[in-house]
């Protein structure tokens, strides 16, 4: 359908009004712009640059791609982009007519330099996309590379920004190149705006303006070290969160490791030496359910992890299982025996696991629903597999829980383990209780191990990091205690990565070994001393 004079009219006015409201220009790249781009001197090219740039052409986009791809030719008045160095394809730059590539024709040579102020540019073409995440990251680009020639576009984009928050990150950005402005007030004012950033980068920046020879007026200089002083107080608010939450990340996996050894060494008496090595079959199914998704179920890769909890608490209960039944249950009473029968087949399953996967560690890949992290501050990102290791262990212990006092199972095994001769002559069939007992906590292990593989590396020792605090968080808990067990692992997880970012990770570790000695010494039974008839066997 043909257009009339006045549509055409009406038309022109509103993509003028639409231009001037995002704060863009109505006319396109230019022959002189382009040349000027394509020719001269690195300064002659970069002054023309930041002029196209300035006015937020959104055809420079495509010319600049071009740039960087090698594609550009200039022939006498022309500037020509051929796309892939094919001259069939040849296209005006300018116009973006078909063109033809005479023999005259001069290769556009980019250094490093030039390069680097094309990417910068193509960046802060995107602050004026549609796309709200693109505007985003185009931020995040420039905040370390802006520089005056970018202030008016800066502008242009600050105004036409409907997003609070990116209009807000805007103006940050725009005070980040005033900051060195000649003009003494604008600088006062850059620096009071700075005051509200909670970004690292403008404590950077606030520094290296505050460095002797960079800013000499005192007026000035006292603004920016109260605007730095802001920025490092928020800052710090995220430092000091990001170390509760890895203190709580590895309090989690505490839990999780020494969840199982609550019920074989709180509950039986039982001191398992093999208990990381149980740890350790769980993580090597984890990888094995990995590789089978992988070569028999890719498009289902991402659900994997559901697979394999059910298959590391089956794979490492079965070993379990096959521990007491063929070793543990004639060692009952005797715990300084299963001690070293259990260590004796901690080297044996170490060495299995060697000869049939090899010495070296095995990739573990998450899925993508667990890649990633959670960015609550501007200096704080929750990865999301810490976030779901720390979910997964509560509910592990809420449904151990759950075992341990609300079922059959439970009940027999509180049974047998308080009074056994008591239970067996009400009927309980012991032998069975111990290995369904010792095969929970075996279990549990293995889904420690299913949870590690997550978070570190996959290998024969994996165990050998977790058996010693295992131990300490269920006797600082309290032998048999649940209660304790938790309230255990979280304070050394916590506890440690406190003293670590004060001491450094050996002495923390040794901080944490010395102050549980001394807290046994005054309280042997732990947080949580057990009650009733079990406390006086």
Same mark, same amino acid.
């Given at each position: 359908?043909?257009?009339?004079?006045?549509?055409?009219?009406?038309?022109?006015?509103?993509?003028?009004?639409?231009?001037?409201?995002?704060?863009?220009?109505?006319?396109?790249?230019?022959?002189?712009?382009?040349?000027?781009?394509?020719?001269?001197?690195?300064?002659?090219?970069?002054?023309?640059?930041?002029?196209?740039?300035?006015?937020?052409?959104?055809?420079?986009?495509?010319?600049?791609?071009?740039?960087?791809?090698?594609?550009?030719?200039?022939?006498?008045?022309?500037?020509?982009?051929?796309?892939?160095?094919?001259?069939?394809?040849?296209?005006?730059?300018?116009?973006?007519?078909?063109?033809?590539?005479?023999?005259?024709?001069?290769?556009?040579?980019?250094?490093?330099?030039?390069?680097?102020?094309?990417?910068?540019?193509?960046?802060?073409?995107?602050?004026?996309?549609?796309?709200?995440?693109?505007?985003?990251?185009?931020?995040?680009?420039?905040?370390?590379?802006?520089?005056?020639?970018?202030?008016?576009?800066?502008?242009?984009?600050?105004?036409?920004?409907?997003?609070?928050?990116?209009?807000?990150?805007?103006?940050?950005?725009?005070?980040?190149?005033?900051?060195?402005?000649?003009?003494?007030?604008?600088?006062?004012?850059?620096?009071?705006?700075?005051?509200?950033?909670?970004?690292?980068?403008?404590?950077?920046?606030?520094?290296?303006?505050?460095?002797?020879?960079?800013?000499?007026?005192?007026?000035?200089?006292?603004?920016?070290?109260?605007?730095?002083?802001?920025?490092?107080?928020?800052?710090?608010?995220?430092?000091?969160?990001?170390?509760?939450?890895?203190?709580?990340?590895?309090?989690?996996?505490?839990?999780?490791?020494?969840?199982?050894?609550?019920?074989?060494?709180?509950?039986?008496?039982?001191?398992? &030496?093999?208990?990381?090595?149980?740890?350790?079959?769980?993580?090597?199914?984890?990888?094995?359910?990995?590789?089978?998704?992988?070569?028999?179920?890719?498009?289902?890769?991402?659900?994997?992890?559901?697979?394999?909890?059910?298959?590391?608490?089956?794979?490492?209960?079965?070993?379990?299982?096959? &521990?007491?039944?063929?070793?543990?249950?004639?060692?009952?009473?005797?715990?300084?025996?299963?001690?070293?029968?259990?260590?004796?087949?901690?080297?044996?399953? &170490?060495?299995?696991?060697?000869?049939?996967?090899?010495?070296?560690?095995?990739?573990?890949?998450?899925?993508?629903?667990?890649?990633?992290?959670?960015?609550? &501050?501007?200096?704080?990102?929750?990865?999301?597999?810490?976030?779901?290791?720390?979910?997964?262990?509560?509910?592990?212990?809420?449904?151990?829980?759950?075992?341990?006092?609300?079922?059959?199972?439970?009940?027999?095994?509180?049974?047998?383990?308080?009074?056994?001769?008591?239970?067996?002559?009400?009927?309980?069939?012991?032998?069975?209780?111990?290995?369904?007992?010792?095969?929970?906590?075996?279990?549990?292990?293995?889904?420690?191990?299913?949870?590690?593989?997550?978070?570190?590396?996959?290998?024969?020792?994996?165990?050998?990091?977790?058996?010693?605090?295992?131990?300490?968080?269920?006797?600082?808990?309290?032998?048999?205690?649940?209660?304790?067990?938790?309230?255990?692992?979280?304070?050394?997880?916590?506890?440690?990565?406190?003293?670590?970012?004060?001491?450094?990770?050996?002495?923390?570790?040794?901080?944490?070994?010395?102050?549980?000695?001394?807290?046994?010494?005054?309280?042997?039974?732990?947080?949580?001393?057990?009650?009733?008839?079990?406390?006086?066997?």
């Amino acid at each position: 359908m043909r257009m009339t004079g006045w549509a055409r009219f009406g038309v022109a006015v509103m993509a003028a009004l639409w231009l001037t409201v995002i704060g863009l220009p109505a006319q396109a790249l230019t022959s002189e712009q382009a040349r000027g781009i394509a020719q001269g001197d690195n300064e002659s090219r970069l002054a023309a640059l930041g002029a196209a740039v300035t006015a937020a052409d959104p055809d420079l986009a495509r010319f600049l791609q071009a740039l960087l791809a090698d594609e550009v030719k200039v022939a006498g008045e022309q500037v020509l982009i051929v796309p892939g160095g094919d001259a069939a394809r040849a296209v005006n730059a300018v116009t973006g007519a078909s063109a033809t590539v005479p023999d005259s024709a001069e290769d556009v040579v980019n250094n490093n330099r030039l390069r680097r102020e094309f990417e910068t540019a193509l960046a802060a073409l995107k602050l004026f996309s549609p796309d709200r995440d693109l505007r985003a990251a185009a931020i995040n680009e420039l905040k370390d590379q802006v520089d005056e020639s970018k202030l008016g576009l800066i502008e242009k984009a600050e105004a036409a920004e409907s997003d609070a928050e990116l209009k807000k990150r805007l103006a940050q950005l725009k005070s980040a190149v005033l900051v060195s402005s000649t003009d003494r007030e604008q600088r006062l004012a850059a620096a009071r705006a700075l005051a509200s950033s909670d970004q690292p980068a403008t404590r950077s920046l606030l520094l290296e303006r505050l460095a002797p020879a960079a800013e000499q007026d005192a007026t000035v200089r006292a603004e920016l070290q109260r605007a730095l002083d802001a920025v490092e107080g928020r800052l710090a608010w995220g430092e000091r969160l990001g170390v509760l939450f890895t203190g709580m990340s590895l309090g989690s996996i505490l839990l999780l490791a020494a969840l199982g050894l609550a019920i074989t060494y709180g509950l039986m008496g039982v001191i398992n &030496m093999a208990h990381g090595e149980l740890i350790m079959i769980g993580a090597y199914a984890a990888w094995l359910t990995q590789n089978a998704f992988r070569a028999w179920m890719p498009e289902f890769f991402d659900l994997y992890v559901l697979a394999a909890i059910p298959v590391s608490f089956l794979a490492a209960a079965a070993v379990g299982a096959a &521990m007491e039944r063929t070793v543990i249950r004639w060692l009952y009473g005797r715990p300084l025996e299963t001690l070293l029968a259990t260590w004796g087949i901690s080297l044996i399953l &170490m060495q299995s696991v060697r000869s049939l996967f090899g010495a070296q560690n095995v990739p573990v890949e998450n899925p993508s629903w667990l890649s990633g992290g959670w960015q609550v &501050m501007s200096n704080l990102i929750l990865p999301y597999n810490r976030i779901a290791i720390i979910v997964f262990a509560l509910l592990v212990l809420a449904a151990l829980a759950l075992v341990i006092s609300r079922t059959r199972l439970g009940l027999f095994v509180r049974g047998v383990t308080q009074n056994r001769p008591m239970a067996a002559c009400m009927g309980v069939n012991t032998a069975r209780v111990d290995t369904y007992a010792f095969a929970l906590g075996s279990g549990i292990a293995g889904l420690a191990g299913c949870a590690l593989a997550q978070v570190g590396n996959v290998g024969p020792d994996l165990g050998q990091a977790y058996i010693v605090d295992s131990f300490m968080v269920v006797v600082l808990g309290g032998v048999g205690q649940l209660a304790g067990t938790v309230y255990a692992a979280l304070g050394l997880g916590i506890l440690n990565k406190l003293l670590e970012g004060w001491a450094g990770a050996v002495l923390a570790k040794i901080m944490v070994l010395v102050l549980i000695v001394i807290f046994i010494q005054k309280r042997p039974q732990g947080l949580f001393a057990m009650k009733g008839r079990s406390a006086d066997a």
